[in-house]
């Protein structure tokens, strides 16, 4: 089985209801319920507008000045050797600077660091505004009168969880943002699959 995946590369036209891709690309890995299932619900409960997916950011958005498809085939390459790992969810967090709610990250920090800086390199290197920072975002984009209700929910409710905090990683899907802030699929990967092209 080929280890990669194209899932549909979207044009300008062919998203509908008026959402346009734009300029704007990620790497992430999803996280499968029961854990992302809770995290989805909590997201909603927090910020009800957002259209949740859960996942932990491997290269935070960014412009590419290149093909996406040759953006790709560097994460490819940078990411095919990397065996499958789990992270594990650690405690409700903040950042201050940009009123963010967000789950942190034990287990599964120091590798999600590595594909970080392994793959922030040219055709798809960028200085990032923040450093990064391994994390499940849970609310974002709030009013500064917000966060501190926000991030008291989420606790409230991360406290109440009894299912599992951690999940596998064996795959990663190049993202790129829409005008609505719907991000659309473009390809995925899975770790530790020599390339059979």
């Not at 505004?129 to 991360?158: N, S």
Request: charged share 25%; hydrophobic share 40%; net charge neutral.
């Amino acid at each position: 089985m080929n280890s990669v995946n194209i899932l549909g590369w979207r044009t300008l036209d062919a998203c509908g209801d008026g959402v346009e891709p734009i300029n704007s690309f990620a790497l992430v890995t999803y996280i499968p319920a029961p854990l992302g299932r809770f995290l989805d619900d909590l997201r909603l409960e927090l910020v009800p507008t957002f259209i949740p997916r859960a996942h932990a950011t491997i290269l935070p958005p960014r412009p590419l000045t290149v093909d996406p498809r040759v953006a790709w085939e560097h994460v490819y390459s940078g990411i095919k050797d990397f065996p499958p790992f789990e992270i594990v969810a650690d405690q409700i967090e903040r950042f201050e600077t940009t009123s963010v709610v967000y789950l942190g990250i034990g287990a599964g920090r120091r590798v999600l660091l590595q594909m970080h800086d392994r793959l922030n390199k040219d055709p798809i290197g960028y200085l990032e505004r923040y450093q990064y920072r391994p994390h499940i975002t849970l609310a974002q984009d709030l009013e500064p009168g917000q966060v501190a209700g926000a991030y008291e929910l989420a606790c409230r409710r991360w406290a109440e969880y009894t299912g599992q905090r951690w999940f596998a990683v064996d795959r990663v899907v190049f993202v790129q943002n829409t005008n609505r802030k719907r991000w659309v699929d473009l390809a995925e990967a899975r770790l530790g699959v020599p390339s059979a092209r």
